[in-house]
C-alpha cells in the first residue's frame, strides 16, 4: 500500500524558508519519478516541482523556479523541497506524490503539510 507522509511546513514571514520532507513507504521509492503539488485555499492542485527516480533531472512551475529546490535520497528513502525567499503567494497545502510531472498520481498524496507565509 503506497504511502507518503509530508513534514516540515509551519508560518514563516515572507523572505523566510521552510524546508518539507516526505516520507515514502508502501513501494519501491528508488524506481519512481517523484512530485510536490501544492493547493491553495479556493484554488486548484497545483503543481510545483518533479525530481527523475535518480534525482538527475529536476523540473520546476515558472513562479518557483530559483526559489525552490527539489532532492532526494535514495538511500534513506526521503524526499525534499527546499524553499527560500518564501512569498505570500506560496501559501498552501504542500503534498508530495507518486510520478512526474505528466504522470503524477494524485491519490497517491498524503495527508499533506500547511505551509503560511505571513507577516
Known amino acids: 500500500q503506497v504511502q507518503l507522509v509530508e513534514s516540515g511546513g509551519g508560518l514563516v514571514q515572507p523572505g523566510g524558508s521552510l524546508r518539507l520532507s516526505c516520507a515514502p513507504s508502501?513501494?519501491?521509492?528508488?524506481?519512481?519519478?517523484m512530485s510536490w503539488v501544492r493547493q491553495a485555499p479556493g484554488k486548484e492542485l497545483e503543481w510545483v516541482s518533479s525530481?527523475?527516480?535518480?534525482?538527475?533531472?529536476?523540473y520546476y512551475t515558472d513562479s518557483v523556479k530559483g526559489r525552490f529546490t527539489v532532492s532526494r535520497d535514495n538511500v534513506k528513502k526521503m524526499l525534499y523541497l527546499q524553499m527560500n525567499d518564501l512569498r505570500p503567494e506560496d501559501t498552501a497545502l504542500y503534498y508530495c506524490?507518486?510520478?512526474?510531472?505528466?504522470?503524477?498520481?494524485?491519490?497517491?498524496r498524503g495527508q499533506g503539510t500547511q505551509v503560511t507565509v505571513s507577516s
Open positions: 525530481i527523475s527516480f535518480a534525482g538527475t533531472r529536476t
Open positions: 508502501g513501494f519501491y521509492f528508488r524506481n519512481y519519478d
Open positions: 506524490a507518486r510520478g512526474g510531472k505528466l504522470s503524477i498520481e494524485a491519490g497517491t
